[in-house]
């Protein structure tokens, strides 16, 4: 049970407070604001991170049942037995998020400094940034569903803004447009879970809606965790909603890292951690958690070994992590842990690996094809090393972030019973041979080889002058890369991480008897990395990368490029049928509808306009029909009166 | 004498007064058979007052006859207007006003 | 009922009517009128504030009421009165007529039409209007409910586009059948009130509780004749084509008037002479009504995504949000009635300011329609986001407004009727669709459109925003700014902090409620 929030976190609004105020100070104050506009922003979350990290320290310093507190501020919306409860839950879970949103997010608005500063707008920028910065704390600080969903659509919104920055570009505009409608579809699920919450437990906060889950029956329980997965679907870019995630690169690099990697498509992977009170309760929703991920892992991978363009592999390669971190979670108190500790160090190494990404794009005029780069190590070394770090965590080398956390991952797909650890734990592990590869592809495209660019002109017809990044981007970039080290270690070894979560998560259930010894899973696990690095080594290493995309190719090429069909199908299923039905639509309503009232009003005109010709002018006439009336009036009156 | 002659008799004047509106084209004629008819209501209702022993009939004969006054003065008023302008006292010349 | 405060009520009824008729005869000097209307309607919105603090929310069921007779042989009499749900929509009346003065302060006004009689016509309707939402006496409301289409009718018809006439007359004849259908369901409550009782009356709160226990099929009847008024007037599909039409053609300011105000008293009839006058034929015809207010969201929200002309789309979004409305009045519970009711406020500033910003987008390009548009983001950055804005809200967008009533409609929806619920949640989905695709046609993209390019003199004098200082389209005047600003501060503030509302809708929609619950036979 929480306990009221007293103390240094009687304050904890101010977390929201100070990127909200960040945010509409440079909204409000317009072109005023543009000369020291990005500084604060700066600013707003970095007092924010300090603050946090104050919460944090205080937090540990708690005694544990204690560390778990809330914290009201005021009734947002109360009607009759509806209590909904503007608060904030402060606990280990949503303070570690708070430390990422922060930290992370502090560092990429430092790095924007640099990357946006020739754009006019940057003060927009970095009040989108704001805005979205606090919509993600109130996302994880919310002490209710329905403020949850508040963050939740908030982050929505933002990054509609961020992806549509470029909004005189179409493809820009579409992109935003298509992340914002797939991101509402996930939302209706999330509200309507809300909605049979309330319908049966009359509440919509936390601490009630836990405290009586039980209550509830195993096909509600049911119904609840997979609505709440189809939200989170929404948020994450998980099959199948994923197919906005990769469009979504349409916005300038620091939002791909700031929204695309370190934060809110990990939403989702929190919407179920936090909602695993239910999830506790339901095998079968946990278990469809499980498969979504493993579909999502895969198909990211496969994807992502078929992409040139640099964003968008990493793009698929956030889709396809963010599936281990569902798999993990969907398997229960075993994988909760696991999961975050996965999405903290997957938010240090992805966001080092999009700055980057960003910093190649910086120094190659925007250019994203990496068939068009090349040896670009000597050229920028910083960039490279710290690329190089966040490369060897992502694909799991030993000692790194990733090998800690995918590993464990690994570890506890393998060690569920039956069928489903031999089906998740080689799909795991098949996925960390594709990420090794298609990993290893994008940075000998990259950093090493011939370097293609040297013959090549970029889009203003100029050469090609590529140049390491200035201090503002490299800094954070070399702090993202000391964390993607490190990170990983500190968290999974002595199941550090997991135990200060546990009065959030509850404790971490030991890993099912697994078929394959410890030992045995390590080995393999290394041996398929290996063959995935050495396959790329192979395929673009050795060779020479022609710099025009090769045609034609085999159809699992075509088919991983064309997304696995995945816009196709969305294309042919639902956007085709609805603009059919909408054009049959509008012409009912014109034709239809409207066409009745009309039809109505010429019915009675035309009408009328017949009977007119009656109206001869000739008095004779009239007098004859006046007769012919009175007469057919004196024979009717006879005719009762005789009858 | 029995009243009902009376009642005949105004009937024929009335059926007089009705074919010559309807058949006849000369506004003074068609107006002379309208006072014909109204002439012949005015028999009717003086007969009935004789036969039902009371005065109302009568008394609305009296208003018939002044409303009929008033009307041939309009009316003829109408017609002579209506003949300065066409030169025509034919009522099929007349017929402006329709649809 | 009571009865203090009833002066400041005649006050409010007065007060427009007033400067309406003062207005009228300023049509010498435009300036004058539109600055003398202005100062009527800022005075109306005082007073309308200054009524929020006689009223108690948790006193009697009809406050600062007032009564005198009008026709003592049919028990007719002149009652006015307001309970929370009328209270707030007079406010939102008082408030929506000075912005919409200050939007069509620059109308450009058909050739020989003076801005006194447009203004006159504005202040007189707005009378009108708040008298339809005081009114306690059925036939008083009936009168009132066909006076206020004069004013409109001459609004639309006198200083509309170009097919006006055709919208105008579409719109008098389509209420003006809906008013008389309702005549004959009033004068059916007369009659049996005066079968039962010996005595007919008109009277609101005794035909409440006479009629209400009618036999059912009697209750049909006079269900059927009010519901055929206030459908037509809400609009509920199959009976909204009129909007769309006299959305388009009336004046900007107008159609703000039809849309956020004149359109409000058909969803207030339902709440407040369906439910209470004939709670078990509600109950027994809710069915029909929530598969009619499904299809509405869901039909104007299509019907949104494919139209052409920017102010039918915000006919259309108004069908659907009506239907979210009506939704939420005939699921009959505690929280989406309450939603409802805040729906009819936020749904009155959201597509309002979306409409208003629409007008001001005209203003600079010369035409509604969409095709003529694009880019617009480029130049006028400021005009892009409060047109955003408006579309966040008209879409529900958490910590707007709206998301407060659509969410207490759908959740509160969802108990009884879960299917509805849901299928009317897909609307939240469309709602994105037609909004974003709506901003990104007129505003985002590279700069296009023939309303832009010709106003500003070539394709060339418009892509460099810093050359264009002498361009004709400019970002947001000052006036432009002061006639949204306050939208948007309570579009953010309801939507943060919206109890304030609900505390006062709240009882009156629990009386309308237990009404139902305890007559209808549940």
Same mark, same amino acid.
């Not at chain 3, 956020?260 to 339902?270: E, H, I, S």
């Given at each position: ?52 990290? +104050? ?120 992109? +935003? ?235 506890? +797909? ?220 004196? +024979? ?8 | ?99 | ?174 209420? #003006? ?24 009356? #008109? ?320």
């Amino acid at each position: 049970m929480p306990v009221p929030a007293g103390g240094i976190a009687a304050a904890a609004w101010l977390l929201l407070a100070l990127p909200a105020l960040g945010a509409t100070v440079l909204l409000v104050g317009g072109r005023r604001t543009n000369g020291w506009g990005h500084l604060l922003g700066c600013l707003t979350i970095v007092a924010a991170f300090g603050y946090g990290l +104050a919460l944090f320290l205080n937090s540990t310093g708690l005694p544990v049942a204690q560390r778990v507190q809330n914290l009201h501020l005021f009734s947002w919306i109360p009607v009759g037995n509806l209590q909904v409860d503007f608060g904030l839950r402060l606990d280990p879970l949503s303070l570690t998020f708070v430390l990422l949103i922060t930290g992370v997010g502090g560092l990429i608005h430092i790095y924007s400094i640099g990357y946006m500063s020739h754009d006019r707008d940057r003060r927009k920028f970095f009040a989108y940034l704001n805005l979205f910065v606090a919509s993600m704390l109130l996302l994880v600080l919310a002490n209710g569903f329905v403020t949850l969903y508040l963050g939740w659509e908030g982050v929505g919104l933002a990054s509609y803004l961020l992806i549509g920055w470029y909004q005189d570009r179409p493809s820009a505009a579409t992109a +935003a447009k298509k992340a914002f409608l797939m991101n509402r579809v996930g939302d209706v699920g999330l509200a309507i879970a809300i909605f049979i919450l309330y319908t049966h437990l009359h509440t919509t906060q936390f601490t009630e809606v836990f405290a009586l889950a039980h209550t509830l029956s195993p096909a509600t329980l049911t119904a609840v965790a997979m609505l709440l997965l189809l939200g989170a679907c929404g948020k994450s870019g998980q099959f199948p909603l994923q197919a906005w995630l990769p469009d979504a690169m349409e916005g300038p690099t620091p939002v791909s890292a700031l929204i695309h990697a370190a934060t809110m498509v990990t939403a989702g992977v929190y919407l179920v951690a936090r909602s695993h009170p239910i999830y506790d309760l339901t095998a079968n929703g946990r278990l469809l958690v499980t498969i979504i991920g493993t579909i999502t892992l895969l198909i990211g991978c496969v994807i992502g070994c078929a992409y040139d363009d640099i964003k968008k592999v990493l793009a698929y390669s956030t889709v396809s992590q963010i599936g281990y971190m569902m798999l993990a979670v969907g398997l229960g108190p075993v994988g909760y842990a696991l999961g975050i500790a996965h999405l903290l160090s997957h938010g240090f190494f992805k966001a080092g690996l999009f700055l980057g990404a960003g910093s190649v794009m910086h120094a190659m005029d925007d250019e994203t094809d990496m068939r068009r780069f090349g040896g670009l190590l000597r050229r920028m070394p910083i960039t490279a090393v710290t690329f190089g770090l966040g490369y060897l965590a992502i694909i799991g080398f030993p000692g790194l972030s990733g090998y800690f956390t995918k590993g464990a991952i690994i570890d506890a +797909a393998f060690g569920q019973p039956g069928w489903r650890g031999w089906a998740f734990g080689i799909a795991a592990v098949v996925g960390a041979g594709l990420t090794a590869f298609y990993m290893t592809r994008l940075v000998i495209m990259t950093f090493f080889g011939d370097a293609r660019w040297k013959k090549l002109r970029n889009n203003e017809g100029k050469d090609y002058h590529p140049h390491e990044s200035s201090p503002v981007m490299t800094i954070p970039m070399v702090i993202l890369a000391i964390g993607s080290i490190g990170a990983g270690a500190y968290f999974i070894i002595g199941d550090r991480l997991a135990n200060w979560l546990s009065p959030s998560l509850g404790a971490l259930a030991p890993t099912g008897h697994s078929p394959l010894s410890g030992t045995t899973l390590t080995v393999l696990d290394l041996v398929v990395i290996a063959l995935g690095v050495l396959a790329a080594i192979l395929v673009v290493g050795r060779r020479p990368v022609p710099v025009v995309r090769p045609e034609p190719v085999s159809w699992p090429v075509r088919a991983a490029r064309a997304d696995l069909y995945g816009n196709a199908l969305n294309e042919a299923l639902i956007a085709r049928p609805g603009t059919w039905l909408d054009r049959a639509l509008v012409f009912t309503d014109n034709k239809g509808v409207d066409g009745m009232v009309n039809g109505l009003a010429a019915l009675f005109g035309g009408g009328s306009g017949r009977l007119r010709r009656l109206q001869t002018g000739f008095v004779r006439s009239y007098a004859l029909s006046m007769l012919g009336g009175a007469v057919l009036l004196v +024979a009717a009156l006879l005719m009762v009166r005789f009858s | 004498m029995t009243p009902t002659y009376y009642l005949l008799l105004s009937a024929l004047l009335f059926t007089l007064g009705a074919v010559g509106v309807l058949v006849r084209r000369n506004a003074i004629v068609v107006f002379m058979c309208v006072e014909l008819m109204l002439n012949a209501v005015n028999l009717t209702l003086v007969t009935f007052a004789r036969i039902n022993g009371s005065l109302s009939g009568q008394v609305m004969a009296f208003f018939v006859m002044v409303v009929a006054a008033a009307e041939v003065v309009i009316g003829l008023a109408i017609i002579m207007a209506i003949f300065r302008t066409r030169r025509s006292s034919s009522v099929d010349d007349s017929n402006l006003l329709k649809y | 009922m009571t009865t203090s405060g009833f002066p400041i009520l005649l006050a409010l009824l007065l007060l427009p009517l007033v400067g309406g008729i003062v207005v009228a005869f300023l049509k010498r000097d435009d300036r004058l009128a539109k600055w003398v209307a202005l100062g009527f309607a800022l005075a109306e919105l005082v007073l309308a504030v200054v009524s929020l603090a006689f009223y108690h929310a948790s006193g009697a069921r009809i406050q600062l009421a007032g009564s005198a007779t009008w026709i003592a042989s049919f028990g007719v009499h002149l009652s006015f009165g307001v309970d929370g749900i009328a209270l707030v929509m007079l406010v939102m009346i008082a408030l929506l007529v000075p912005i919409v003065i200050g939007a069509s302060w620059a109308e450009k006004l058909p050739e020989g039409r003076s801005a006194a009689g447009f203004f006159a016509l504005v202040l007189v309707l707005e009378s009108l209007v708040i008298a339809v939402f005081a009114a306690t006496d059925v036939f008083l409301f009936y009168v009132l409910f066909e006076i206020m289409l004069i004013p409109m009718y001459f609004l639309i018809g006198g200083y509309g586009g170009s097919r006006r006439q055709y919208a105008a007359v579409k719109f008098f004849l389509y209420s #003006f059948l809906g008013g008389l259908l309702m005549l004959a369901s009033a004068i059916g409550c007369w009659a049996y009130a005066q079968s039962v009782t010996g005595t007919g009356t #008109f009277d609101w709160a005794t035909l409440s509780t006479v009629v209400s226990h009618a036999p059912l099929s009697t209750q049909i009847w006079i269900f059927l004749g009010f519901f055929f008024a206030f459908a037509i007037k809400a609009p509920l599909i199959p009976f909204h084509t009129w909007l769309p039409d006299a959305t388009a053609e009336a004046p900007v300011g107008v159609g703000v008037i039809l849309v956020g105000v004149l359109d409000k008293v058909g969803v207030f009839g339902f709440l407040r002479y369906n439910l209470p006058l004939t709670p078990h034929a509600s109950k027994v015809l809710a069915p029909l009504l929530l598969v009619l207010a499904v299809a509405g969201v869901l039909y104007g929200s299509m019907l949104a995504a494919g139209q052409s002309d920017m102010k039918r789309i915000v006919a259309y979004v108004s069908v659907a949000h009506f239907g979210f409305i009506a939704l939420g009045v005939f699921a009959f519970t505690q929280q989406s009635q309450v939603g409802a009711v805040t729906y009819m406020v936020n749904h009155s500033l959201s597509t309002g300011m979306l409409l208003i910003v629409i007008g001001m987008i005209a203003a600079r390009g010369r035409s509604f329609a969409v095709d003529d548009y694009g880019g617009m983001a480029k130049i006028t950055p400021l005009l892009a986001g409060m047109m955003f804005l408006a579309g966040l809200t008209t879409l529900s967008l958490p910590g707007t407004n709206s998301f407060v009533s659509e969410f207490l409609v759908l959740l509160g929806a969802y108990p009884n009727d879960p299917v509805y619920s849901i299928l009317a949640a897909v609307g939240m989905v469309l709602a994105a669709l037609y909004v974003l695709w709506l901003y990104q046609r007129v505003m985002q993209g590279p700069l296009r459109g023939n309303a832009l390019v010709s106003v500003a003199g070539g394709p060339g004098a418009m892509r460099d925003p810093a050359t264009s200082a002498g361009n004709a389209i400019r970002d947001l005047t000052g006036r432009e700014r002061w006639v949204l600003a306050p939208m948007v501060v309570l579009i953010v503030v309801l939507g943060v902090y919206p109890k304030p509302l609900l505390d006062i809708v709240g009882p009156s929609v629990q009386a309308t409620l237990s009404a139902v619950s305890v007559q209808g036979g549940n």
